[in-house]
């Protein structure tokens, strides 16, 4: 079959794991699959999409373009897929999403449209595919087949894991813990974590915390001077290999938040492909993939947060193990094959 793929998401890493990592998973299969980036109204093109099986819109929002991209699709029998990977789709959850209570009136109702609008393209479509089981949920509310397809490595993402893992890290009784912030909306995820951080840094002098990306560091931290290092965004590549060097990964979301219980495992995903071990909060899809104390920690609240962070500080013995239970369990889960595979068995459904 032939498979068009069109984002609307300019963000490089999200239009990785949802448009290119697929891409090579249908080509895997035998499929043909083109991918065009419609990351605004004047790059759409109709006759692009014309005489595909089926067609994917990754997170774009209606417009007249689009529309007549619908159209076309529904008078020549294309199957239309919408697929996100983000709470952008339900107008009566938009206060839970980051950063809108600091937005002007004005601004607060164009984003309310931009969400309507993301809502009519999911409800324009024959079938949603979505990263977690609470965006299938959602979908599934508005009458729509909702199907999960969660992130997962891709071959040149696995290929370069596998290469910085198996490079020898430098023997030092420095304990690192990194926190990777791909935006500035996660403020509030890294308090979660931000309380027991300050203890472990206080009480143990060889620990340091590494924040790679936009993130707002509370004052408090700079009591720690150099122990604190910030790092610039970067693509992923270079989140990988600024990764390898840590010693201790952070995946905290803020809790009883339906924007944060939406977020897939990825960040549990990339550690682990890197060897690490993770400390993530207690949201489903963590919960989903960690297996406490195996191939990862969860922490929900300040002490469990403490507590997870001193027991893999204090025992680098236990740090590898779970890291390396945390590897085997993601190259089993995660890998391009393991996605495949999944794929394989949803394409049937996905298109009946």
């Known amino acids: 079959m032939r498979f068009f793929i069109a984002s609307g998401c300019s963000i490089a890493t999200t239009h990785l794991y949802r448009c290119a990592h697929l891409a090579e998973q249908l080509r895997a299969l035998g499929h043909e699959a083109e991918i065009a980036e419609w990351f605004d109204d004047t790059r759409i093109d109709s006759a692009r999409a014309v005489g595909y099986d089926a067609i994917f819109l990754y997170r774009l929002p209606m417009s007249p373009h689009l529309a007549r991209v619908i159209?076309?699709?529904r008078q020549t029998g294309v199957r239309l897929i919408f697929d996100v990977d983000d709470l952008i789709f339900e107008p009566d959850l938009v206060h839970t999403q980051r950063g809108i209570d600091r937005l002007s009136a004005a601004e607060q109702e164009q984003h309310l449209a931009g969400v309507r609008r993301y809502l009519q393209t999911l409800e324009a479509c024959d079938a949603v595919t979505v990263a977690t089981p609470f965006l299938?949920?959602?979908?599934?509310q508005h009458r729509k087949p909702a199907f999960v397809h969660r992130n997962a490595l891709g071959c040149e993402m696995l290929a370069l894991a596998n290469r910085l893992h198996a490079q020898p890290r430098s023997q030092s009784d420095r304990v690192v813990i990194g926190y990777g912030s791909g935006t500035p909306t996660h403020d509030a995820d890294f308090q979660q974590a931000a309380g027991a951080l300050?203890?472990?840094?206080?009480?143990?002098?060889?620990?340091?915390?590494?924040?790679?990306?936009?993130?707002?560091?509370?004052?408090?931290?700079?009591?720690?001077?150099?122990?604190?290092?910030?790092?610039p965004l970067t693509d992923w590549p270079g989140w990988f290999e600024s990764a390898?060097?840590?010693?201790?990964?952070?995946?905290?979301?803020?809790?009883?938040?339906?924007?944060?219980?939406?977020?897939?495992?990825?960040?549990?995903?990339?550690?682990?492909?890197?060897?690490?071990?993770?400390?993530?909060?207690?949201?489903?899809?963590?919960?989903?993939?960690?297996?406490?104390?195996?191939?990862?920690?969860?922490?929900?609240?300040?002490?469990?947060?403490?507590?997870?962070?001193t027991c893999l500080v204090e025992e680098p013995a236990r740090r590898s193990e779970i890291g390396a239970r945390a590897r085997k369990n993601v190259l089993q889960r995660y890998?391009?094959?393991?996605?495949?595979?999944?794929?394989?068995?949803?394409?049937?459904?996905l298109l009946a």
């Open 244 to 309: 390898r060097q840590f010693d201790i990964a952070l995946a905290p979301l803020e809790l009883e938040n339906a924007f944060c219980q939406a977020k897939s495992e990825i960040k549990f995903v990339e550690a682990a492909a890197l060897g690490l071990p993770t400390i993530a909060s207690r949201t489903e899809p963590y919960e989903d993939v960690i297996t406490d104390r195996e191939n990862g920690l969860l922490a929900g609240d300040e002490d469990e947060w403490g507590a997870a962070l």
């Open 198 to 231: 300050r203890l472990i840094l206080d009480r143990f002098p060889n620990t340091e915390l590494w924040v790679v990306g936009p993130l707002a560091i509370p004052a408090e931290f700079d009591a720690f001077g150099e122990c604190v290092r910030r790092f």
């Open 335 to 349: 890998s391009p094959d393991a996605r495949t595979a999944d794929l394989a068995e949803l394409l049937p459904r």
């Open 136 to 140: 299938a949920e959602l979908a599934t």
């Open 71 to 73: 159209e076309e699709a």
